[in-house]
């Protein structure tokens, strides 16, 4: 046990049957086997329904972001189509699923058929006038993520030409600012440099072009210089960096992983670790001191705010809460071994246990709240979390929260025929009425995302993820070394 007795743990335990869906005492856990493949394959035959051809390419298909939506088909991973090819390529290697491998093929040719070129004969997906273009989860960096993923679980050599492609086009688009390189003035993971950074190291990592491994680390090394500089509040000697938000003419500090400190920090880690650069670890380990000086205790839990500026929120899930931002701190402990960051990680999971026992409290009606099941904010970040902290843990009781949370997915489960669906839920707390409606398809808020969570579960008791998604999802040195 790392951070709870036995005795401190049994209120920990007590606080998961909250997070399933039924009255009355929790239904024996784990959620079987059998199951899970069902419900992932049914996610599958939803999903390919959903699919809309691609005209004048026989054998394409691209995807909106939810069904029935007036909007045409979109490339990138949140909202669109890359998204759902990545879960598609796991699914089909993980399970051996060909109905899953077939529509990934089609979702590969779709993606490849509406591949545009800018001004200056560079690949793209996305018009350039938009500040999202080149970013992992809105943009050409995330496109060319998806096919690297495909290369590295079907050894595709194509795929690796199209990924190859979209980095180079990245590095030609780069503007060379504040000592590195830049794609726009948003420093975060979700639509700015330090996601399209990590996609860069992936890529070269995967291929052995030297030359995407250095264009992160000249990304690593703008978003050094460009962060904003705190005093310590332990050592008034010291500045720390943190990153902010961009909203036009406004700065919003959201210090969590999606838009922030801790994911910015993440980046910084992961590439300075495999480039060998020794300032850039130390960027990001004072970036995570930052987070650390910033920690809100929460009885036995801790977390950290929403947004940095006004009322203080707090969130549980992957987008601005430590699902995603204990990621940081379990990459620490990969890296350093020090166990004040596992302790953080583990602490940030014992807030997100509470936070599920706040969010099903009944109102004066006795009506709980919709949970979420979204991978960005809700249910399936949080499952994706508790394996990832298993494997690093070896905790019997992260692995038994992240079964309970793969059961309420299971539960609330919509069937479609022989298919199976989710509904949309808004973050928590959030509105009055938190029940959103509409059934999304992509990998952040859709079926995508949640059926690939239950994929995780299904692999939990690997020593390491069989699963590859996005590059901000590692937590170990090791596998970012290799």
């Known amino acids: 046990m790392h951070l709870f007795s036995f005795f401190r743990l049994l209120p920990f335990v007590a606080g998961l049957p909250l997070l399933t869906a039924q009255e009355g005492p929790a239904k024996p856990v784990p959620a079987h086997t059998e199951a899970l493949r069902a419900t992932i394959r049914g996610a599958v035959s939803w999903i390919a329904k959903q699919a809309i051809p691609v005209a004048g390419v026989d054998g394409a298909v691209m ?6 939506s007036e909007r045409g088909p979109e490339p990138e991973v949140y909202g669109g189509t890359a998204g759902v090819l990545i879960f598609l390529e796991n699914v089909a290697a993980v399970l051996d699923d060909n109905d899953a491998r077939k529509l990934a093929d089609a979702t590969a040719k779709g993606l490849r058929s509406t591949r545009k070129q800018d001004e200056k004969q560079h690949a793209t997906w996305i018009d350039a006038k938009f500040n999202t273009a080149a970013g992992l989860y809105t943009g050409d960096a995330g496109i060319g993520h998806a096919f690297l993923v495909r290369h590295l679980l079907r050894k595709d050599a194509e795929a690796l030409t199209t990924a190859v492609e979209v980095g180079d086009s990245l590095l030609a688009r780069a503007k060379q600012e504040s000592g590195g390189i830049t794609w726009g003035i948003q420093p975060d993971l979700i639509i700015g440099n330090a996601g399209t950074a990590l996609f860069l190291l992936e890529l070269g990592m995967a291929s052995g072009h030297e030359r995407f491994l250095q264009g992160a680390r000249q990304a690593a090394t703008a978003l050094d210089a460009t962060a904003a500089r705190e005093k310590s509040k ?7 960096p943190t990153w902010l938000y961009r909203m036009g003419k406004r700065s ?3 210090p969590n992983f999606s838009h922030g400190t801790a994911g910015v920090s993440y980046a910084l880690l992961r590439i300075g670790s ?3 650069d020794e300032a850039l670890i130390a960027a990001g380990k004072a970036g995570a001191e930052w987070m650390i000086e910033h920690t809100v205790e929460d009885g036995e839990g801790c977390k950290w705010p929403a947004n940095g500026s006004g009322p203080a929120t707090f969130q549980g899930g992957w987008c601005h809460g430590p699902a995603g931002t204990g990621r940081l701190f379990l990459l620490l402990h990969s890296l350093t071994g020090e166990q004040r960051y596992l302790d953080l990680a583990t602490k940030g999971a014992r807030f997100m246990v509470d936070y599920a026992e706040k969010a099903q409290q009944r109102d004066k009606q006795g009506r709980a709240q919709y949970v979420p099941p979204s991978y960005c904010c809700g ?6 979390y508790f394996c990832d902290l298993h494997r690093v843990t070896h905790d019997a009781v992260h692995a038994d929260y992240a079964k309970r949370a793969g059961q309420y997915l299971l539960d609330i489960a919509i069937a479609d025929g022989d298919g199976r669906k989710w509904k949309n839920g808004r973050s928590v707390p959030g509105p009055k009425s938190n029940d959103a409606e509409g059934h999304n398809i992509d990998l952040m808020i859709g079926a995508a995302g949640e059926a690939f969570a239950l994929l995780q579960l299904l692999t939990i008791d690997g020593e390491k993820s069989a699963v590859r998604g996005l590059p901000d999802r590692v937590i170990t040195a090791v596998s970012a070394a290799k």
Do not use: W
Request: glycine content about 12%; cysteine-free; overall charge negative.
């Open 63 to 68: 995807f909106p972001g939810s069904a029935g």
């Open 234 to 240: 332990v050592d008034e000697s010291k500045l720390l």
């Open 252 to 254: 919003m500090h959201m």
């Open 274 to 276: 495999v480039v060998k």
């Open 379 to 384: 249910v399936a970040g949080v499952l994706e």
